[in-house]
């Protein structure tokens, strides 16, 4: 969640390839998948150039690759397919703005894959890379441990399934669509986190509390940051008069488009729910002061004025006539009950107590 | 008024109909309605194919469907109409964000029906959807336990009602009106609360003061949250190309627009209001505690020193000439006015009393 | 300045008249003016068919009519001028947003007048319907407890008022701009109890001087909410290609246009006035608690310690050597003077007194 | 810096000339400039006829008013230019929201000349007008006590200044130039006292602090709110496509914008300090109150017990075998000193002192 | 960090050279690159005048200018490359809003070059002016003490860099875009301290960590200030239609463009996580004060009771029946020890401790 590094990157000329992200051992894994409406060939393959292969058309390919630490692979990748060495940079820069950008030949989609890690609660965000043409797709992972695209493989093996009868772009879609539903499982998860806390407010608030209702707080603004822009970037996908969107694809992505801005919706509505919260404890806080202050002073109220009369009598003057009275220390013990007495009368009707 | 559970689409093909709602149980009732100026038949039927016997026009049928458990009936009316698989998914899906799409041949509008429960005070949001055709009208709703339709069903059964002599768009703008309606008796019933709240801020504000504010406030924002995408919808019909409006309609959707304006211009101003009393709420405990604080100094302000000197007195110093003064104690008793009162007078310059 | 009650329309037919406003009984009075540059004549008439007989151009008939409860006169002058039902409806109820429709034929303006109650210092709020036809000019108003308009009667006494000379369309500006002008009074009004709690906040604050501020607060989101819609209103009449609104009348709305906003910046400008008082109480409100806390602190520590040392020397123990001194209580003396005294030069170097 | 009040044109007619200004009395003073790129005469005038006779180009006439009270002025030179009668009110009327308006044969800019009394630190605003026609700038000014425009005199005196050799639209520019930058003096006097009261806060933040925070607040505000309305204003000077500027105008016109923006970037600054500012007073505050209680609970934590401890030691009950000991005493004051350094032991790790 | 004085400029003529830089003294430094794809030759040189000898396309000629006090430089550049005086007066005004201003000729471009001292951890920013032409570049620097340009030289020297292959508009982009990768430097330091900040917070706040707070605060405010303007200016320079940028840039402005968005994303989140941070710094703060009186008024309850029955039988009555009784000071005794525990196990209760 904090702030990748840029620093090596300032002043190279743009277009350099650095990897900036944080698995920078390991392999890089490329599988390939092979479809039209008939026939499905999946094979894991080992250099890039080995997809490349163009296919007649419908049939489509998918190839994914997991993990950038191979720069050879990304430029293989370039100089086949005629990228743009910017569009290569962007993908190694794995702190990237989500956008989608359509460079004519083909078109470059990027957004942030988001995981929730159950034990630790901590957010994991993961940059997925999407570039469309005329008959395939390539998709790029930024980590190893897995992503949220199996069911989009079930689905493909699926004779019947429309995603076989339709083109790379509504795999592009089927893409898209099932990492912002992740968004919803993490934003469900946060929501459940966020009912749990405020329970808690109400029974017993802590200061572990607050700092529970802060860290929720960030991981709001760090998702809002890393889905914001992909509303933008979706709208431009739903308009786009780039050839490689279908038309019968649009419809998807307008309905994609709705569920981008309910996913923005609920964060906007969960941000206030937390401000709300905070407000609450800071109002308990000052309330229970208030109620242990009163005590103190009610304590306080009643035994200091027979503090003073106790002393008084305490006093070793010779001349002290109350002293000698027979009923002297009774009416002391008379007094204290009476000042004691009054005084919770008062507070009672002060509503103190 | 919580976030509904998207979990178990997360990955499905766009279109899967999975019923998302809450009241899976229970039958789907279907009612239909079939009217034109001189004639009106209303009935329930089992399926709703029954209802899909296309009648010539002006005859307008609407097709009410209460429970959405029963997923055939959504297959089949999807089958018969047309209808793009997404919009059946939508109807499904009852987290929709309130919008409305034209798909040429019909018009889809979903939104959410408002009711509060009398007793526990809360919220009930139900979604209505609703597909307007060239003569018919298809409305969805999500739970069996009634709605609010109850007096448009009435206008229908008046011969004379401008509802019987007009299309299947106006009966779409009173279902909608009547809606927009119930957001207007649910705002009223927040604000009586609000000022009931108002009151016992000023008398006597507790802790449940501020949970109930802070419960309005979410309700505030659930209502926002379910109403604010509303006006846009509205509006878009308003605009709308699409034949199936009519002109003579338009200016009864203008006049909802405005409805939808004032639901929203009265929303923020209770939010508003809301969190003045919240600051209202802070500084008045602030100034309660003030205030037990000047009774706690000015009490130990007062007997600290008064306790000094009657402490002096019980000193045991075998050489104390006070002790031996005839007056010694009247004059302990005489400094000890003196002091208290002398501090009473300083405290009443400072205003403390 | 509550919300009005607007359940009992919920669910009727639009354009059903039903009275909405709080003045339900007393006559509706209806005063009729006619004028040209030559003639003026204005009585008071029983029934609205006696001003509908329609006078050649360029006679002005300036109807005004007081008092919503008679739904007859609404109904006969929605026939006799072919006034939409919808619009008709808008003047019944009493809670409108301000706005200006074009219906072709006729202009319908709907606004609030505000007066400001000297004594209470309670906000009046009446709504002003006015439609605007070829040659005439109807008022609505909802109250019958007098109106702002006096000042533009006497301007049409006067032969030589441009006022005279122009048509109704001019006449609706003239009534505009008193309406506009109210609320700078009133603004002004707010201004001058604005200043005066600022002196009481830094003289004497107390929970009432910060109840004053909050109703100010809202009675400047009443304002806000019922001015901020004529802005737009104005804006659009002022940009209107209706041949209602002659060329040489939109250099005055244009005008308007200006009060009106600059109405909106003095509302804005009292609004952060308001919420920079707020923080100021806070502030010293805090302020004078640490005060209060730092009195009694400094005493308890003074007068603790010394208590200590006198209760130590009235322990009754048998072997004490001190007691036997002979200047043993006026070492005692000496040494409570020396705390005491160190204790206010260290509270000095501190700064706390 | 308070709302000028308006009252005393409620209602009257459009363009009727009152004088709302301050400075009621004392005479109007003319003052006229004519030059070209070779001659320039500058005299003070009786009346604004004489100033009126209409020189051929390139001659240039400015003609400077000071003071308003004297309407005779006002309406000659309405009426020898043929002003428009609300132009005429809107230089009377000192409340004017900055704006600039064609009216087709001249051009309308109004704005606030703004200066800061150095003793006081009060604000001080004065409403310009400006009316620019073809061969003429007239500049009403709202008081008499001098104003900010010597220099350009000085520069107009200048025979080879770019300024006699262009338009009135350079004089206007000029005029408007050197308004402006008396913002940035007026800011940077206020940013200065801004570092004054930011280095007061750190060392010994008072009540008086927070006021002259706020009062610095308000003279933001107010400023804002006079210079807001100007870049509007200058934005559509510099797109004007009025015949009247001149294109060699508009690129110091785009560059006066550029100041504008620039002030109001300031401006925004200077605010969002001054609420950083508050929020660390407010925290100062607070941290203050818990030092201070922790001194007052450490106090009491250490000599409550050790009271409790001498005051039973002071009791007279007869069999007490302590008092018969005969180190009692010296076990009463070693027990003190143990639970007095056993309690600042305790505070220590609890980093209370 | 402070609001440079724009005084002495106030009512000069526009376009007059006046030195507002902090650096007055020194050298003006002028350096000299010429290159094109097969040549380099980079010198110093005495007098601007050498550098403008225009080489014949496509050599590339880039001037550096390293301080701004000699203004003979700026009026010589000003009059052999018919820049417009206000450029010119805009190059020395070092408190320049970032812009970009096309004048056909030539490009005004002008920044804030920012680095972040290392032991002050004080912001540094120095005005950078770019003036791009057909076949030149001219920069501005307003100090001596380095650059961030190093790193562009560097790749210039590299015969095979796509840089010297292209015009000075891809030398404008390097440089832009190597500045704008020194924001990401700086925020990135920022977001280091903030994390060290937010240990603290949880670890042990002081005053001094708020004050840290408040000065990140106004660093990135000042970054904000600096920088927002960038955005609207690369953006104009990625849509010019000017002839000076050539297409094949265009996708590299586009791509810098990305990265300016981002970094006010990274400022935005900055901003949001500082403002968190004071929120749980106040609560925690409140928390503190309510442990600190839970133990006084602990403390108190305790012992005030105690007190008040040992003074009670340390009075002098004579008669007082239980100072006789033999067991009277063990029942006093086990008094105590019931009453403190019973507070005890009460607090305990109320989970005080």
Excluded at 19 to 48: C, F, N, Q
Excluded at 198 to 203: F, H, V, W
Excluded at 218 to 229: D, E, M, S, V, Y
Excluded at 241 to 246: F, G, H, K, M, P
Aim: charged share 25%; glycine share 6%.
């Amino acid at each position: 969640m904090s702030i990748r590094k840029r620093s090596k990157k300032a002043g190279l000329a743009p277009g350099t390839l650095i990897h900036m992200g944080r698995a920078k051992t390991g392999a890089t894994r490329i599988d390939l998948v092979e479809y039209d409406e008939s026939h499905l060939e999946a094979r894991s393959v080992e250099s890039i150039e080995q997809c490349l292969v163009k296919k007649p058309l419908p049939t489509v390919t998918w190839v994914n690759v997991d993990g950038l630490a191979d720069l050879e692979v990304l430029r293989h990748f370039g100089s086949c397919y005629g990228i743009h060495p910017l569009v290569l940079e962007d993908i190694l820069a794995t702190d990237q703005r989500p956008k989608a950008a359509d460079y004519g030949e083909y078109l470059y989609v990027v957004l942030k894959m988001i995981t929730l890690d159950g034990e630790s609660g901590e957010l994991k965000s993961e940059q997925v890379s999407l570039v469309l043409g005329q008959n395939y797709l390539v998709s790029f992972q930024e980590g190893l441990e897995g992503d949220v695209f199996e069911q989009v493989r079930s689905r493909l093996n699926n004779e019947k399934a429309r995603l076989r009868a339709m083109g790379p772009d509504f795999l592009l879609h089927a893409l898209l669509d099932v990492i912002v539903d992740h968004y919803f499982l993490v934003l469900e998860e946060i929501s459940d986190r966020i009912e749990d806390i405020e329970d808690e407010l109400i029974d017993n608030p802590t200061t572990a509390t607050v700092q529970a209702i802060y860290r929720l707080k960030r991981q709001l603004l760090f998702l809002h940051k890393a889905f914001w822009p992909l509303r933008e970037a979706v709208s431009s996908l739903q308009r786009r008069d780039s050839q490689l969107i279908r038309d019968t694809t649009v419809i998807y992505l307008r309905d994609l488009y709705d569920h981008t801005v309910q996913v923005l919706d609920t964060l906007e509505t969960l941000r206030e729910m937390l401000s709300g919260m905070l407000d609450i404890y800071l109002s308990s806080v000052s309330n229970r002061l208030n109620e242990v202050m009163k005590v103190l002073t009610i304590i306080a109220t009643i035994f200091m004025p027979l503090s003073f009369i106790v002393g008084l009598y305490g006093m070793n003057f010779k001349y002290m006539p109350e002293l000698e009275w027979h009923y002297g220390y009774y009416m002391v013990l008379f007094l204290s009950a009476l000042i004691g007495g009054g005084m919770l009368v008062y507070f009672k009707k002060r509503r103190w107590i």
